[in-house]
């Protein structure tokens, strides 16, 4: 088969194709070239990994749904009107344009998406993998195949891709044994999925009774014998399944597998009416004194507020629930682990969690502060919780690993009988004793953004307020680089990016085989319909102001005026207040609070709390307490509209402060 580029003049296929160009390289970059380079590589793709590759390339975070209905849209697209809109047809993909990857991977991954699709555990002929093949390129059927479609060009694509591959980094694309006859050409995109739907569903039960972490990166072999001993266990794969786990796909299904764990979000499907989602622990530091949450994952599906007749979560829209401190007595909690269980619309829900003996934490692009992991991150500042009882076993390791002489921390507001390691920072690797799998060091390169103030679920952060970069990992030859420029990381991992995320823009942040796309830009809103703009203040409706997504709360410069807002809108909404602001704070459990300038700025006034009513009282508190928050987390002052914050507003919110700290004394006083 001739797979080399073809070479006829006409206008690049994906040029103007911008979706589909993004959606092909983030696929080569997270699937292809992620893998070690030991390992075959393979273009594992459903909707779970779809939607974590969207979130890792930068191209916003979507649900499984939404990731897949956007990626077979961009490949129809480029189907129906570049290829079927040409003579060569297929052959306009086998080519790579602008010295960048082959510009067939995303139709070759869609493929693979449609093998996938193949439900059923028996052997489909041909026709019926056309037939979905055809579904997701939303185009009829012409004889046996999609319109347009032609199988031995079809099997060039991926002779072409291998050959790419082994020339360029020099890896080796998984191919199928020999198989003859019209099958040959089907065969090609189910050598990438050797698992079918019926068993990729079933493994979040696995990968729960085998007591793994979401996003865990485990040794093939560790992975495959874990796999097998299920099996022989549950015998819950399908027969299909059962025997490419026996035979010499067992590679394949490993590899597969342990993509589907890195894309893991912690939920179950126990049944049709009982799901279970994985409960988080998150650690910050707020004024020296340890905080740890409670942050239970919500995925897709889950309610809205869960209620278990003791605990309340509500939805915070980010594929979280918001957090909930966790108190002393809670040591035992977290040592057996626990389950919270309630009903509701017939479906039995539950947050669960495995109990530990040691629970490393590190920075996380999901939220802010450091939150429970599956392993230790190399070149990072983390942290570890650990029991007492194993305090010195995990001493001695922490120190082999750090190169150098940690000591725990007590304090009243950890866990009864916890103790916690801060600021370890991994140098080596070393195998990590039985029992303290859960800090094994990671030698992978990773980039995690955090910090910041983030608009929506996408990838960008308000100017003013740009994301901290830091990259784990890194070899002492390794660099990174933003848009290109070579940038200098600290001794904790941190990009010194003070300099670069100045002015709004898109930021190629890339290092090792990982990259993130960053984009700084000005709040984004979505008007309501009775929205007008410059709606002037009035005592029904107030002032109209734009803020970015998130909780708010807005103060005047009067202790009584205070209004909470939470925007549900990915890019932020305008409310309507009922006074004209001064501020706009915005404060989560841990550091990191932003202070934004929301109009125009007066002095605050000062006033005696003799004879105040009870309700006026609440209204002072909240507004002395949400200034002190954002206070001792040392906020980011940022702008709302065309304000640029300067040192007479870092001045006025220090008197602010100043008349916050009188109150809460006074407050006390009167108790």
């Not at 991954?109 to 390129?137: F, I, W």
């Amino acid at each position: 088969m001739d797979a080399r580029e073809y070479a006829a003049l006409y206008e690049d296929a994906t040029a103007v194709d911008l979706e589909y160009t993004r959606w092909n390289d983030a696929i080569v970059k997270q699937l292809l070239l992620a893998v070690p380079s030991s390992d075959k590589s393979l273009l594992c793709v459903n909707p779970r990994i779809l939607s974590q590759v969207s979130e890792d390339s930068g191209l916003g975070s979507m649900s499984p749904e939404q990731a897949e209905q956007q990626f077979t849209t961009a490949v129809a697209s480029v189907y129906q009107r570049r290829v079927l809109g040409h003579e060569a047809r297929l052959r306009v993909l086998r080519r790579c344009a602008s010295g960048g990857p082959p510009r067939c991977v995303a139709f070759l991954a869609c493929s693979v998406l449609a093998a996938l699709h193949m439900q059923t555990d028996e052997e489909l002929p041909g026709t019926a993998y056309y037939k979905r093949l055809a579904d997701l390129l939303r185009c009829g059927m012409q004889n046996a195949h999609p319109l347009g479609f032609d199988p031995q060009v079809f099997e060039s694509l991926w002779m072409f891709l291998r050959n790419w591959l082994r020339a360029a980094h020099g890896r080796e694309l998984a191919m199928p044994t020999s198989v003859r006859g019209f099958r040959r050409f089907v065969a090609l995109p189910l050598a990438h999925v050797p698992l079918r739907s019926l068993d990729i569903e079933k493994l979040p039960m696995f990968f729960s009774w085998a007591g793994y972490k979401p996003g865990a990166r485990l040794r093939h072999d560790h992975l495959l014998g874990d796999l097998k001993r299920w099996q022989r266990s549950t015998s819950s794969l399908t027969p299909t399944g059962a025997d490419a786990l026996r035979d010499d796909r067992s590679s394949a299904v490993s590899s597969q597998v342990s993509a589907e764990l890195r894309a893991w979000d912690g939920a179950c499907s126990e049944s049709a009416n009982s799901r279970s989602a994985r409960v988080e622990i998150q650690f910050d530091v707020v004024q020296r004194s340890p905080v740890l949450c409670y942050l239970p994952r919500r995925p897709p599906g889950f309610p809205r507020v869960f209620e278990d007749g003791q605990r309340v979560f509500e939805a915070s829209g980010d594929g979280w629930y918001d957090p909930a401190q966790l108190h002393p007595e809670d040591g035992g909690l977290l040592e057996h682990g626990f389950e919270w269980r309630a009903h509701s619309n017939g479906v039995y829900w539950a947050l669960r969690r495995s109990g530990e003996l040691v629970i490393p934490f590190s920075p996380s692009s999901s939220y802010s502060g450091f939150l429970s992991g599956r392993r230790m991150l190399r070149g990072i500042a983390c942290s570890v919780l650990c029991r007492d009882s194993i305090l010195p076993t995990v001493k001695d390791y922490l120190c082999e690993v750090a190169q150098e002489i940690l000591r725990p921390v007590s304090h009243p507001q950890l866990p009864d009988g916890w103790s916690i390691f801060r600021d370890v920072s991994a140098q080596v690797h070393v195998d990590a004793p039985s029992g303290l799998e859960a800090l094994e060091v990671d030698p992978d390169v990773e980039l995690i953004v955090s910090g910041g103030l983030r608009i929506g679920r996408s990838w960008s952060w308000l100017h003013g307020a740009p994301p901290q970069v830091l990259a784990s990992g890194l070899k002492p030859n390794d660099r990174v680089r933003v848009n290109g420029a070579a940038m200098e990381v600290d001794a904790s991992g941190v990009l010194r990016t003070d300099m670069v995320f100045q002015q709004s823009g898109q930021y190629l942040v890339e290092a090792g085989t990982q990259q993130r796309t960053i984009h700084i830009v000005g709040p984004e809103v979505a008007a309501r319909r009775d929205t007008k703009p410059d709606d002037p203040v009035n005592a029904t409706h107030g002032r109209r102001i734009a803020l970015p997504r998130g909780s708010w709360t807005l103060l005047g410069s009067s202790p009584f005026l205070v209004y909470r807002s939470r925007s549900e809108f990915f890019h932020g909404t305008v409310v309507s207040c009922p006074f004209d602001p001064s501020w706009a704070v915005q404060v989560g459990p841990g550091p990191g609070g932003v202070v934004a300038v929301a109009g125009r700025l007066r002095p605050p006034q000062f006033l005696s709390l003799r004879g105040l009513t009870r309700q006026k009282r609440k209204l002072i508190a909240r507004w002395s307490n949400t200034i002190y928050a954002a206070h001792i987390r040392r906020p980011r002052f940022v702008g709302l509209g065309a304000v640029i914050p300067d040192e007479d507003i870092a001045s006025t919110w220090k008197t602010y402060v100043s008349l916050t700290k009188e109150i809460k004394r006074s407050l006390k006083h009167k108790q």
